[in-house]
């Protein structure tokens, strides 16, 4: 029977939330100071030291759209170096960033999500037939079925794999997610429902 590959490859796989960590060093603070400063050098060891990380990130949450990572990495630090004069310190300049990042990503799955809802014809409630559906109630931990797990989701349509990431990884609620897009709440379990019975019949076909 196959179990809940979708809750296991969100606590054992890559794809981790965002966790708060450490409050930021003496020397993070000091960098900060010196990029609001508009330091040339310490902009640049700024985006250098956390371009990687990011990159990572947005790349792991936007498959298998990778065209798109390099622009959006490019708004995280936009958006960072805007954002730095409220920079608290709470957290280390990685996790902030992070967050930063994860707020980016929510917006591109938003935008896809939204643009389904007038492109697609998902939410056609003549279209909507009920499947038997995969558990996922259910722990799995075998490396190779985590790998699985990403490689049908990389297979599925754009919206289909978004709105399983964003429920899934991400932690949303269905009336989240629905709110989030513009959706009804019907709408959202409709689309959710889709896209799992979908990941079953990729999963089933391998």
Do not use: C, N
Request: hydrophobic content about 40%.
């Amino acid at each position: 029977m196959m179990r809940d590959a979708l809750h296991t490859a969100a606590t054992e796989s890559k794809y981790e939330p965002v966790a708060q960590g450490p409050a930021a060093a003496p020397e993070e603070q000091q960098l900060v100071a010196a990029v609001i400063r508009k330091d040339r050098k310490a902009t640049a060891e700024f985006v250098g030291r956390f371009a990687d990380p990011v990159h990572v990130y947005v790349r792991q949450w936007l498959a298998p759209r990778t065209d798109l990572v390099d622009d959006l990495v490019q708004e995280v630090f936009l958006a960072a170096l805007k954002g730095l004069p409220a920079f608290a310190g709470r957290s280390s300049l990685r996790s902030w960033l992070l967050g930063i990042a994860r707020h980016k990503v929510e917006d591109h799955y938003r935008a896809v999500l939204r643009r389904s809802e007038t492109t697609s014809g998902f939410d056609d409630e003549s279209a909507f037939v009920p499947v038997e559906l995969p558990r996922f109630d259910e722990l799995i931990d075998q490396a190779k079925l985590r790998e699985k797990t990403r490689q049908v989701l990389s297979r599925l349509p754009e919206v289909y794999g978004y709105a399983l990431l964003w429920r899934y990884w991400q932690k949303r609620s269905v009336r989240e997610i629905s709110a989030e897009t513009g959706r009804t709440e019907k709408a959202g379990e409709r689309l959710l429902a889709r896209a799992r019975a979908q990941f079953k019949r990729l999963w089933e076909a391998d």
